[in-house]
């Protein structure tokens, strides 16, 4: 961690401050808290800012803005603490979502059982019974990728594309779930299924998740699922605060 944080431009559009070169506990904290930091300060030239898995980008346009005054305040509360021993932002949420893990909908759960060398009684035990946390959001509107699972969940995407599955489809890959906003290609396994969407625009609050809310699922039969199914967009999922 001795190289990090680094902060650089991103062209004209903004800065990035990245906390680490791949993804661990430590670097996903400081990213998140660090956003929220910098959501504290209230600089008016931000226009928005966004927490990746181990990076914070603040959009600001370089074209009126000095990048090396911008690049000096971001130095500056950098060094009010050490972003690698942080706690999670207050008002978090808990989330509990229904989730079909029946072999009709969770079509690859036998084949990531074998890749994380578990029978498929033991993943199911184990998936069913993890509590993971937003550590971004992305590649689909409100699309969270939720992590991260013990290492033996470090399993590999498939070498081949399933050319679709549906919204609401729980996936997992490389000690992550992600839980699909829309239909889509993925080379991630398709483990599970939710009636839950994490984003619908005609709702109060279109983006269900924020980084740093936990997840856990309720399991559920077919049935309940097509149930669940037919109602709104929340699926029957619940939520508490925490932190």
């Known amino acids: 961690m001795s190289d990090y944080p680094k902060v650089a431009r991103v062209g004209l559009a903004g800065v990035v401050v990245t906390f680490g070169e791949t993804l661990s506990e430590s670097a996903n904290l400081a990213a998140i808290a660090f956003r929220a930091a910098v959501d504290a300060q209230a600089w008016g030239d931000v226009q928005e800012t966004a927490s990746s898995l181990v990076s914070t980008f603040l959009s600001v346009d370089l074209t009126d803005v000095s990048y090396d005054d911008i690049r000096q305040r971001l130095l500056a509360l950098l060094d009010t603490r050490d972003w690698f021993d942080v706690s999670l932002p207050p008002d978090r949420k808990l989330w509990t979502l229904p989730m079909c893990f029946e072999s009709h909908v969770a079509p690859q759960l036998k084949d990531a059982a074998n890749a994380a060398g578990v029978s498929k009684k033991a993943a199911l035990e184990q998936l069913v019974g993890s509590r993971t946390r ?4 992305g590649f689909a509107p409100g699309q969270p990728y939720l992590g991260l699972l013990p290492e033996k969940w470090d399993i590999p995407r498939q070498s081949e594309l399933t050319p679709n599955v ?50 856990r699922f309720a399991p559920i039969t077919l049935s309940e699922l097509s149930h669940l199914e037919g109602g709104d967009s929340f699926g029957g999922a619940e939520w508490e605060c925490i932190g």
């Open 134 to 137: 937003v550590i971004t959001l």
């Open 166 to 215: 549906p919204a609401g489809a729980l996936v997992i890959a490389i000690r992550q779930f992600v839980i699909f906003a829309t239909a889509t290609p993925t080379g991630w396994r398709h483990v599970g299924q939710t009636a839950f969407r994490p984003f619908d625009p005609h709702r109060e609050i279109p983006f269900a998740f924020s980084p740093g809310d936990e997840v």
